[in-house]
């Protein structure tokens, strides 16, 4: 199914905010408890961040986890 909703860029490009993140993970989950379908769950937020901006922050896997997460709940839900 084709649904232009989610044809937005919160639906199609990168997750690099937490906010953003969130609204995915929460529209998703909304979205896949109406149709009655089991979605795994998000990634957690990372707790140990230093703030000193490293390579390989933990942030940046959270934000890979994150879309790698909303790309497979758009293929379980159907909607890409």
């Not at 953003?20 to 998000?42: E, K």
């Not at 961040?49 to 942030?59: K, L, P």
């Amino acid at each position: 199914m084709s649904d232009p909703f989610f044809n937005q860029a919160l639906f199609t490009q990168p997750l690099f905010e937490l906010a953003t993140a969130q609204a995915v993970f929460a529209s998703l989950q909304s979205l896949a408890q109406a149709r009655g379908v089991s979605l795994r769950a998000p990634p957690p937020e990372p707790t140990t961040c230093c703030g000193r901006g490293c390579n390989g922050c933990v942030w940046e896997g959270f934000y890979a986890a994150a879309t790698f997460w909303r790309d497979e709940a758009l293929l379980v839900l159907d909607v890409v």
